[in-house]
């Protein structure tokens, strides 16, 4: 392919409202443009990206044994309705309500109610049990800030998967098998990702894993151990339990007057103790019933942990009023002595003494509160978000990176097979909800991901497995016709070896040809010029490092070859 007759539309200048990396580049490179917020066109240097990434994900989810199907974007909102989705999902689901016609329809931001409605129409017994169906398509979220390029959009490219089994067991074997696949696809496309834990929020299910990449563009947090041998994200992350500080005797309970002082850190200045020293208490509903939720006062409730804790699906901060109602005091002065709820403490708090903490009294607060003596702890756990400082139950100090997701895989169980009733008859003639797992990736964010892994002051540095083109031939003195001969053969020769090659046959300067090469980040260069033909050599270099290989016209192929080979990961032939 010649570059005149391709179309690659690179500029030199940053653009004013692009922030991270992947974006600046896709859009100086020529690769993408905004239509509309959150909505963009790949243009088709882009485009042969995402058809590279395509590509892998479609083979690997084949070699897995998942069978392709399409599915559409408009559903109707009764399926969502039968699962309880329409309210979970809230503002990001997008209602066509325009026309009588489209009443009741919505656009899909993911497909279980879809798949799930083929699955009960089609499978009624174990013995067509396992399947796993998946999809490419575009899926729509109404993002309420699209930002950061394609790490943030309203429409996006997406592969999900969906199995279904007649068993725990077999939901194990099917979700193995796609995490495996995940973890090729990844391997594939040049990714240096981590598998994490993580909580399976809207989507319901138990087990699920994420597949992260650290970036500073992210907006999730990885923590994990040095070694790698703990990653989850910051909301399924567990730190070791905190051991028991030695203490003096215990203090007795004082209540103290904090006119005013309703917060951790107006309380802990007034009466001249740290943060760490207080116990946090927060207060959640459950069925108009108090659940409270106590935590130390440098530490922060993770609400999906704590539902866990409670045995609920979510928990929901209590109302001020509710809370004035429980506590008999404003907010601001609640605490466990003497409150009449169910109480889940974090197990931080289950090793302090002498604490500080809410008198359940407007503007009182009690010193020296000792668990036990003066509150009962009958419920505790890991309630809290992890923090600087924490370390994993191996010991090792737990390392917090902000990261960007590429992909989640899930095991649903029967959360929407049993609200759908998509029964099959098992082995003994029973009718039972097949169970399921959900397995998505989003295929522009390994294009955005990549980019954020690997680039530099000049540009983007792609993996060769889902880089635009392999090799980027820079003919120099394209009016001389040795020149634009060598660099016609060599394309020729590397085209027909199955290499997909781009030749630069622009009327341009040197410098501007290689900021365009670097910009664009083809993995191997060749530079063809007239200075160099005289000496008997043309310039083989790769784009992750600045050496320089100066060979022979005749040789010229196998030396790009033997970089590709290099690149692919595999010995030089």
Not at 49 to 69: F, N, P, S, W, Y
Not at 262 to 270: A, P, Y
Not at 458 to 478: N, R, Y
């Amino acid at each position: 392919m010649k570059w005149t007759d391709f179309f690659i539309p690179t500029t030199k200048e940053v653009p004013a409202d692009a922030v991270v990396p992947s974006h600046q580049l896709m859009i100086r490179a020529g690769m993408i443009r905004q239509i509309t917020a959150g909505s963009y066109a790949y243009l088709p240097l882009g485009f042969r990206v995402m058809q590279k990434i395509t590509l892998i994900v479609r083979e690997e989810m084949d070699r897995a044994g998942a069978v392709e199907l399409g599915m559409p974007a408009l559903h109707p909102v009764e399926l969502w309705e039968e699962t309880g989705r329409v309210d979970a999902m809230g503002e990001t689901l997008i209602h066509l309500p325009d026309k009588s016609f489209r009443k009741g329809t919505v656009l899909g931001p993911t497909h279980e109610e879809v798949i799930t409605d083929i699955a009960r129409a089609y499978l009624h017994s174990y013995k067509q049990l396992p399947i796993n169906f998946y999809q490419i398509q575009t899926k729509f979220r109404d993002e309420a800030r699209p930002k950061s390029g394609v790490l943030r959009t309203r429409e996006f490219l997406m592969k999900d998967a969906y199995s279904f089994d007649i068993d725990q067991e077999g939901l194990d074997a099917s979700y193995d098998k796609m995490f495996a696949a995940y973890c090729r696809i990844y391997q594939r496309s040049g990714l240096p990702y981590f598998a994490v834990q993580a909580e399976s929020g809207a989507m319901g299910g138990s087990d699920s894993t994420e597949f992260m990449v650290i970036s500073d563009a992210g907006e999730d947090i990885l923590v994990r151990t040095e070694d790698g041998a703990y990653c989850a994200n910051l909301e399924k992350a567990e730190p070791a339990p905190l051991p028991e500080p030695g203490c003096d005797q215990q203090q007795a309970l004082e209540e103290v007057h904090t006119p005013g002082n309703t917060t951790i850190e107006q309380v802990s200045s007034l009466l001249g103790c740290r943060p760490a020293d207080m116990i946090k208490t927060i207060i959640f509903q459950d069925d108009d019933k108090p659940l409270v939720a106590l935590v130390r006062g440098d530490h922060t409730v993770n609400e999906a942990k704590l539902a866990r804790a409670a045995g609920v699906s979510s928990v929901e901060a209590a109302t001020p009023s509710q809370i004035s109602q429980w506590t008999s005091a404003d907010v601001g002065f609640a605490g466990p002595v003497g409150l009449d709820a169910r109480v889940i403490a974090d197990q931080a708090v289950t090793v302090m003494h002498n604490a500080v903490t809410g008198a359940n009294k407007t503007d009182y607060h009690f010193k020296g509160v000792n668990a036990g003596r003066d509150f009962e702890i009958k419920e505790s756990a890991d309630i809290r978000y992890a923090e600087e400082g924490d370390r994993a139950t191996t010991g090792q100090a737990l390392i917090f990176e902000k990261c960007m997701e590429v992909g989640h895989v899930f095991k649903l169980g029967t959360k929407y097979t049993a609200a759908m009733k998509a029964n099959v008859l098992d082995q003994n003639g029973k009718a039972r909800p097949m169970i399921m797992g959900c397995y998505g990736i989003g295929l522009n964010r390994i294009m955005a991901a990549a980019i954020e892994a690997s680039h530099d002051d000049g540009g983007i540095i792609w993996p060769i497995s889902i880089a635009p083109f392999s090799v980027l031939i820079v003919a120099l003195d394209v009016r001389d016709e040795n020149v634009m001969a060598v660099a016609q053969d060599l394309h020729d020769t590397l085209s027909e070896s199955g290499l997909d090659v781009l030749l630069d046959d622009r009327n341009e300067r040197p410098g501007f040809k290689f900021k365009d090469a670097d910009l664009i980040g083809v993995p191997i260069r060749v530079t063809v010029g007239k200075r160099g033909l005289a000496d008997g050599i043309v310039e083989v270099k790769q784009r992750r490092n600045e050496q320089v290989n100066k060979v022979a016209p005749d040789q010229a192929a196998k030396a790009v070859r033997d970089l590709v080979e290099q690149e692919r990961g595999l010995p030089a032939s």
